[in-house]
């Protein structure tokens, strides 16, 4: 299994500001993926975070707006850009570690954009 | 595309049994995953299925049909604490030897009532 922390766990940010949201897995995992969960909704893929490369960002989702870091094999960032209240949502880290079966999800950073 | 799609809502008693039903167009299917989630907290795994057929796990079962495009979980001797939302996922074909992305369904709240 893997055990992801992530930081913060909850912040409440101003319209217009950015926010920086860290990931660090316990083991060296090759996939790592984020993904946004709006209140009362289900889990929205952003992107796949590729280290040594850019992310691979899905649909609906640009680099200019969530940017993301992948320096090492065990961390990620995802900023949240120039944030609006719609912005305002769960996020949460995932990776996949040991097999195609076994994914794991961080306990999400609660976002609040005033 | 990914359509996944499973009820919003069940309701059950505690003891009983209940069928929560995922069907699923994907372009390319590479695994099903149910995951629990209690509100305020991260999904954690419950079960996944690449091959046809029943997948028991103590009180859950996992059923999947690829011909059919479905799934369901199975929940025996329900209790309080299964109160929660169930979300159906399925991974996509990677490319190469990159291992497929996992797309939600929009979950399915059940509520367990004494």
């Known amino acids: 299994s893997a055990v992801i922390s992530q930081k913060p766990s909850r912040d409440i940010c101003q319209r217009g500001t950015s926010l920086t949201i860290q990931c660090q897995v316990d083991?060296?995992?090759?996939?790592m993926f984020w993904y946004r969960q709006q209140p009362g909704q289900s889990l929205t893929l952003i992107a796949t975070?590729?280290?040594?490369?850019?992310?691979?960002?899905e649909s609906g989702f640009v680099i200019d707006k969530f940017p993301i870091s992948r320096p090492n094999l065990t961390f990620s960032t995802l900023t949240v850009s120039n944030m609006s209240p719609e912005d305002s949502s769960i996020y949460l880290c995932?990776?996949?570690?040991?097999?195609?079966?076994?994914?794991?999800f961080g306990p999400g950073t609660r976002l609040t954009v005033t | 595309g990914q359509n996944i799609d499973q009820p919003t809502e069940m309701t059950a008693t505690e003891g009983a049994i209940v069928q929560i039903n995922c069907t699923y167009q994907?372009?390319?299917?590479?695994?099903l995953f149910w995951y629990q989630q209690h509100a305020g907290e991260a999904p954690t795994f419950l079960s996944y299925?690449?091959?046809?057929g029943l997948e028991e796990k103590g009180r859950f079962s996992s059923f999947l049909s690829r011909s059919k495009g479905y799934s369901y979980l199975l929940l025996k001797e329900l209790q309080m604490k299964d109160s929660a939302s169930y979300l159906c996922?399925?991974?996509?074909?990677?490319?190469?030897?990159?291992?497929?992305?996992?797309?939600f369904g929009r979950g399915t709240q059940l509520t367990v009532w004494p």
């Open positions: 995932s990776v996949v570690a040991g097999g195609p079966r076994e994914q794991y």
């Open positions: 083991s060296q995992v090759t996939m």
């Open positions: 975070a590729n280290q040594g490369s850019e992310a691979t960002y």
């Open positions: 994907t372009s390319g299917f590479n695994g």
């Open positions: 299925n690449v091959l046809d």
């Open positions: 996922a399925v991974r996509d074909q990677g490319r190469g030897s990159t291992l497929g992305r996992l797309y």
